[in-house]
Each structure stands twice: as structure tokens, then as C-alpha cells.
């Protein structure tokens, strides 16, 4: 298995970015999608979820507004769009895939998750 997360960079404040994660060695479409933060010195945190359909969706609260998680199941690939960039949001970017029933809400706990990428890593700096 294997998720590869993309589109990372540096970046100004108030720019945008789109993340890409593509998955290869599993059925993708059995799991539903999050992707996860860890900034220097601190501890990874949840980011945003989408279900196995793309019906259900959930947030953190630092992201709501400002960003949109989706994906493709026909391209093996999820999305991760966000806005309004601030310097707090540079980190490493991580795609996690989780093993869920098609009706079951994505989630927002790392533990959960089954498979992760490598990560892409964010900056936001003038």
C-alpha cells in the first residue's frame, strides 16, 4: 500500500494550495480519507476527513472556511484545497487512508487510520 501525498511548498501568507494524495495497493474506495499536520516541535493533528463516498465530511476548526477535502475514487486520489494560507498552517502534510463501512463518518482520530503517506511539506512565509 501506498500513499503519496504532493503539492506542498512554500507560499505567501493569504495564498492557495491544493494537496494531492494518490493510492496505490489497496481498494480505495473501501476507506475514507484524512489528512493530518505536524508542525515543528509540535504534535501531529487532524486536519480533515472524507468518507468513503465523498458524502460526509468533517474539519478541524482551524480549517473550516477555508479549505475543502475531497476526492476521485475513478482516480485512486484525494485533495486537500486550502485558502487563505497564515504562517501557522506550515507543516507536514500527511494523506491517511482508513478502513470503514460505506455508512460510517470519516474520523478525526490518527489511531484510527490504517495506512499513511510520507508526507508534503507546507510553508507559509513572506
Known amino acids: 500500500v501506498q500513499l503519496q501525498a504532493s503539492g506542498g511548498g512554500l507560499v505567501q501568507p493569504g495564498d492557495s494550495l491544493r494537496l494531492s494524495c494518490a493510492a496505490s495497493?489497496?481498494?480505495?474506495?473501501?476507506?475514507?480519507l484524512g489528512w493530518f499536520r505536524q508542525a515543528p516541535g509540535k504534535e501531529r493533528e487532524f486536519v480533515a476527513a472524507i468518507s468513503r463516498s465523498g458524502s460526509m465530511t468533517t474539519y478541524a476548526d482551524s480549517m473550516k472556511g477555508r479549505s475543502s477535502i475531497s476526492r476521485d475514487n475513478d482516480k485512486n486520489t484525494g485533495y486537500l484545497q486550502v485558502n487563505s494560507l497564515k504562517p501557522e498552517d506550515t507543516a507536514i502534510y500527511y494523506c491517511?487512508?482508513?478502513?470503514?463501512?460505506?455508512?460510517?463518518?470519516?474520523?478525526?482520530?490518527?489511531?484510527?487510520?490504517?495506512?499513511w503517506g510520507q508526507g508534503t511539506l507546507v510553508t507559509v512565509s513572506s
Open positions: 491517511a487512508a482508513n478502513r470503514q463501512i460505506l455508512t460510517a463518518p470519516p474520523e478525526e482520530n490518527d489511531e484510527t487510520y490504517d495506512y
Open positions: 495497493g489497496l481498494t480505495f474506495r473501501h476507506y475514507s
